[in-house]
């Protein structure tokens, strides 16, 4: 990729690498086919460039929302131009439906549908393994304020409203996601933003007639056709191109 040599890499993480953008305070965040969940390592192939894709897709969407987005725009079949933020150092997790550590720490069936839709705080922390913290953790050790908090939450059930009609039109049940959010500075003021990603990295997507698994879980739990079931998602949102993944281009192949 010439451009992952041209610029200065920023970090590397499990799933994406971030480059210095082209102008200040804008970042490159090119995705890799690498896949983590706990101890487990593995290769997902296409899956960078159908990620790129979906969370350009979903992202452009909630920025037309009014729901700001780090999302710039989208440079070619691996990589997007984002704007740097401060990672606030939380993962916010939204839940409909009972699955993955929701289920098991509380010894709730999967598939099981929440009485309300739920949100979750997990301090991220490679080393301890992200734990589940309350807001008093969070504004104890200054992670976030009561405010911030408020915001983040009204965003992400938003975004929730939002992703869940979106998929459910494609025959998609949304079971949970994560957002990151970040803090966008403009001299004094401070506004907090969606960054990351949102992909089937970070969502748990079930097929609403067979509840077929369609996202990281697959791989996961050792399920097989994972790159079919990231394919399908984008299959079904409209947004693979006829040739597959490797069609995916510049921005200007697609609509
Ligand atoms: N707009 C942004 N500005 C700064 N950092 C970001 C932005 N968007 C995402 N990040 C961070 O970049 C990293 C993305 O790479 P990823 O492979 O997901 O890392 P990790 O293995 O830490 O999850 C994450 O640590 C994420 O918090
Ligand atoms: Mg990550």
Redesign the pocket.
């Known amino acids: 990729m010439a451009s992952m040599s041209r610029r200065r890499q ?9 480059f210095e953008g082209p102008e200040p305070g804008t ?1 490159v ?1 090119y995705f ?1 086919d ?1 896949a ?1 969940a706990q101890q487990k390592r593995g290769t997902i192939t296409g899956k960078g460039v159908l990620n790129n894709r979906i969370s350009e897709y979903l992202m452009t969407k909630l920025n037309e929302l009014g729901v700001q987005t ?1 999302f710039v725009r989208r440079l070619n079949m691996r990589e997007q131009l ?6 606030i150092p939380l993962q916010v997790v939204v839940r409909n439906v009972a699955a993955g550590s929701l289920a098991t720490r509380l010894g709730i069936a999967e598939g099981t549908q929440l009485p309300r839709s739920i949100v979750e705080y997990y301090y ?1 922390s ?1 080393p301890l393994h992200d734990p589940m913290v309350s807001e008093e953790h969070i504004t104890a050790f200054g992670w976030a304020s009561t405010q911030d908090l408020d915001d983040m939450m009204a965003m992400a059930l938003r975004v929730n409203d939002f992703l869940s009609g979106l998929f459910l039109g494609v025959g998609i049940r949304l079971v949970d996601f994560k957002l ?1 959010f ?1 803090r966008l500075w403009n001299n004094d003021e401070m506004r907090i933003i969606i ?3 949102i992909s089937p990295d970070s969502c748990r997507l079930w097929d609403i007639k067979t509840n077929d698994k369609m996202d990281k879980d697959r791989f996961r739990e050792d399920l097989g056709q994972v790159e079919e079931a990231y394919q399908e998602v984008a299959r079904r949102l409209g947004i693979l191109p006829e040739g597959g993944p490797a069609d995916l281009k510049g921005p200007k192949t697609m609509q």
């Open positions: 920023i970090y590397e993480g499990k799933a994406k690498v971030l970042l965040q890799k690498d983590a780090h984002v704007r740097e933020v401060e990672i991220k490679e990151e970040g960054a990351d990603e």
